[in-house]
T-cell receptor, first 112, second 111 residues
């Protein structure tokens, strides 16, 4: 089955700096890669996703890159703000029944 | 606005009890999932269902079963609760290969 590795597990950045979270996956059939944000005490919510026919996708301060050859994808947050503090999960899915495998999560702390 | 609800936010049960966790979604989604969330282990899939009366094992199905008698409802059953099943349980639903919508979670403590 699919195995998704995510690092770092914790990340502290100063407000205004950039944050990068990296994930690798094992199943070459995976072609959908979502990122979820979970604020303290709340449910995970999708913030951005990318499909295998695209190498990069941006949405304001958030961007995701995908390297299918190396089987890794990354989340980039620029100009971080305190409200970016949360746990971020990467995930991978090969489609079909849409079983999604999640990484262990990265706890991001943005220091004002 | 998609709404996914779970029957309880907090639940305390005793070892050996049979426990039912219910999840309801109101968007006619085909696929529903049960995850457990533990610190340092992320979200692990227990079971999922892609249609009424259909179910598939996830990565950690041992000690759990599920029921999906109606499209909008997906139940997780702990046949005989054990202390190592103390966790946060999250339900999610989706249509097709798109965004998963999560419920608020049920924090289960087994004493």
């Amino acid at each position: 089955g699919e195995n998704v590795e995510q690092h770092p597990s914790t990340l502290s950045v100063q407000e205004g700096d950039s944050a990068v979270i990296k994930c690798t996956y094992s199943d070459s059939a995976s072609n959908y890669f979502p990122w979820y944000k979970q604020e303290l005490g709340k449910r995970p919510q999708l913030i951005i996703d990318i499909r295998s026919n695209v190498g990069e996708k941006k949405d304001q301060r958030i961007a995701v890159t995908l390297n299918k050859t190396a089987k890794h994808f990354s989340l980039h947050i620029t100009e971080t703000q305190p409200e970016d503090s949360a746990v971020y999960f990467c995930a991978a899915s090969p489609g079909g029944y849409q079983k999604v495998t999640f990484g262990i999560g990265t706890k991001l702390q943005v220091i004002p | 606005d998609v709404k996914v609800t779970q029957s309880s936010r907090y639940l305390v049960k005793r070892t050996g009890e049979k426990v039912f966790l219910e999840c309801v979604q109101d968007m006619d989604h085909e696929n529903m999932f049960w995850y457990r969330q533990d610190p340092g282990l992320g979200l692990r899939l227990i079971y999922f269902s892609y249609d009424v009366k259909m179910k598939e094992k996830g990565d950690i199905p041992e000690g759990y079963s599920v029921s999906r008698e109606k499209k909008e409802r997906f139940s997780l059953i702990l046949e005989s609760a054990s202390t190592n099943q103390t966790s946060m349980y999250l339900c999610a639903s989706t249509v097709g290969r798109n965004e998963q919508f999560f419920g608020p979670g049920t924090r289960l403590t087994v004493l």
